[in-house]
């Protein structure tokens, strides 16, 4: 079993949906991240948590400590949030990452 | 805003050739990483550093090394390459309290 697992591994929606990316940790955490990371593109961060919920715009990140469990939601989503999602869990120096979910959104 | 900066898109090397794959930070951030992505196996952490001239092994250390003489600057070394190091190479940068910051990345080819 993968220290970090998420699920589903392949997502396509359509246009205006709402979406629900999960992450299943069995580390120790200092905090949990999400990145984003485009066909070509380099990775980019979206959200770091250790707690409780953050929101950017149309993506919203919540975690839950005690079950070791986070999630990634985009509402109303966009072409344009087709990506691989990347959820690490972990220590500062040392992350564990999960190997990504590929999300397609169709207009 | 945070740019980390790799040396090179795309990188054909042959077997048994010495590599370096140079990574730059603008922002003054302790921590250093290098890690390799690999389709169905995420990223992986090869070396990362806390400072200069500290280094630290990651999970996949084997048949590489690392230098850091300058805050800003952390390489990765290849010192005999091989084909199972055709991978993509992800540098990163942060301070312990910060998201991570990615340079573009190197495609490595070895034939």
């Known amino acids: 079993k993968n220290e970090v697992e998420q699920s589903p591994q392949n997502l396509t929606a359509q246009e205006g949906e709402f979406i629900t990316i999960n992450c299943s940790y069995s580390?120790?955490?200092?905090?949990l991240h999400w990145l984003q990371q485009h066909p070509g593109g380099g990775i980019v961060s979206l959200f770091m948590?250790?707690?409780g919920k953050k929101k950017h715009g149309r993506l919203i990140a919540t975690i839950n400590i005690q079950e070791k469990h986070s999630s990634l939601h985009i509402t109303a989503s966009h072409p344009r949030d087709s990506a691989v999602y990347i959820c690490?869990?972990?220590?500062?120096?040392?992350?564990?990452f999960g190997t990504g979910t590929l999300l397609a959104v169709q207009p | 805003d945070v740019k980390v900066t790799q040396s090179s898109r795309y990188l054909v090397k042959r077997t048994g050739e010495k590599v370096f794959l140079e990574c730059v930070q603008d922002?003054?951030?302790?921590?250093m990483f290098w890690y390799r992505q690999d389709p169905g196996l995420g990223l992986r952490l090869i070396y990362f550093?806390?400072?200069?001239?500290?280094?630290e092994k990651g999970d996949i250390p084997e048949g590489y090394s690392v230098s850091r003489e300058k805050k800003e600057r952390f390489s990765l070394i290849l010192e005999s390459a091989s084909t199972n190091q055709t991978s993509m190479y992800l540098c990163?940068?942060?301070?312990?309290?910060?998201?991570?910051?990615f340079g573009n990345g190197t495609r490595l080819t070895v034939t």
């Open positions: 690490a869990a972990g220590r500062t120096n040392k992350l564990i």
């Open positions: 948590l250790s707690s």
């Open positions: 990163a940068s942060r301070t312990p309290e910060s998201p991570l910051h």
């Open positions: 550093s806390y400072d200069v001239k500290m280094k």
């Open positions: 922002m003054d951030h302790e921590n």
């Open positions: 580390v120790g955490i200092s905090a």
